[in-house]
């Protein structure tokens, strides 16, 4: 496993046999409901509903935080690692295959999953991965060391 500051090898994201097993995997690894509520920052204790009801089912993944250009573009080569994040996937889209959960749990992608008649909807160049960061500890993963703020661009790219 790669620590902070290791660098690791993106080659612009998109391949289409990593995105196909993003989706395979996906569908394996999706539990409904998930332990808990994805609560916003300062968390759901207070009366806030959640961003995302656990009852939706997701992933919830490791994935690792590279120090991007800001704001960043297409990336290939080698992105030092700064550290790790907890991120629940709640949808996949997958070009003609559509969103691989049906009916969509996630409202992210309510306008990716369905046209205005309700029909399944099909894109022969569109791949997307919706979800949400959960700022908790990641025990074995989390790291004391020092490193830059780590942001996330509105449209990310899946990376190997």
């Known amino acids: 496993m790669l620590k902070t500051n290791d660098l690791t090898s993106v080659n612009n994201g998109m391949v289409d046999g990593v995105f ?3 989706a395979s995997t996906f569908q394996v690894k999706r539990v409904v409901p998930l332990a808990e509520d994805v609560c916003p920052i300062g968390g759901c204790g207070d ?3 959640p961003t995302y009801a656990k009852e939706g089912g997701g ?3 490791v994935v690792l935080m ?8 297409p990336m290939s080569g080698e992105y030092r690692v700064l550290t790790y994040s907890r991120f629940v996937v709640t949808q996949v889209f997958d070009k003609q295959n559509g969103c691989v959960v049906m009916p969509n749990p996630d409202p992210q992608a309510a306008t990716y999953c369905n046209n205005p008649d309700g029909s ?3 894109d022969p160049d569109l791949r997307a991965v919706f979800g949400y960061f959960r700022c908790a500890k990641l025990g074995q993963y989390a790291t004391t060391e020092a490193v ?6 509105p449209r990310l790219k899946l990376v190997q």
């Open 66 to 73: 590279i120090d991007t250009p800001c704001p960043p573009g």
């Open 148 to 153: 830059p703020r780590a942001g996330v661009a």
């Open 59 to 61: 992933w919830d993944a």
């Open 20 to 22: 196909s097993h993003l």
């Open 47 to 49: 009366g806030t509903p």
């Open 120 to 122: 399944a909807k099909k």
